[in-house]
């Protein structure tokens, strides 16, 4: 059984900096893409960052800038270094790993999710 570990949210100012983990642990064969998903109240969940196994990287526009999502591939273990916070990056933020769990069997698994808001 696989699962995704998501810690480092919290209430912030208008501002500020939060630093968000996202560990799997269980039973697995490889990891491909992590990434960090968001959904702010009354609105649908979108991508925020993904980085590949290799490190490479890609963020929605909004972030851009601003964030930094990296990975330590020996303790299975993706990061999101959030800068200059604004309230509209209120949200519950969710880990998201797409996870071999054999040589031919492979998905996506999500973590239970981590409030971050920010205050004005």
């Known amino acids: 059984q696989v699962q995704l570990a998501e810690s480092g949210g919290g209430l912030v100012q208008d501002g500020g900096s939060l630093r968000l983990s996202c560990a799997a642990s269980?039973?697995?064969?490889?990891?491909?893409?992590m990434g960090w998903h968001r959904q702010a109240p009354g609105k649908q969940r979108e991508l925020v960052a993904v980085?590949?196994?290799?490190?490479?990287?890609d963020y929605t526009d909004s972030v851009k800038g601003r964030s930094t999502i990296s990975r330590d591939n020996a303790k299975n273990t993706v990061y999101l270094q959030m800068n200059s916070l604004k309230p509209e990056d209120t949200a519950v933020y969710y880990c998201?790993?797409?996870?071999?769990?054999?040589?031919?069997?492979?998905?996506?698994?999500w973590g239970q999710g981590t409030q971050v808001t920010v205050s004005s």
């Open positions: 269980g039973t697995f064969f490889s990891i491909n893409d």
């Open positions: 980085i590949t196994r290799e490190g490479t990287t």
């Open positions: 998201k790993a797409e996870i071999w769990t054999s040589r031919w069997t492979k998905g996506d698994y």
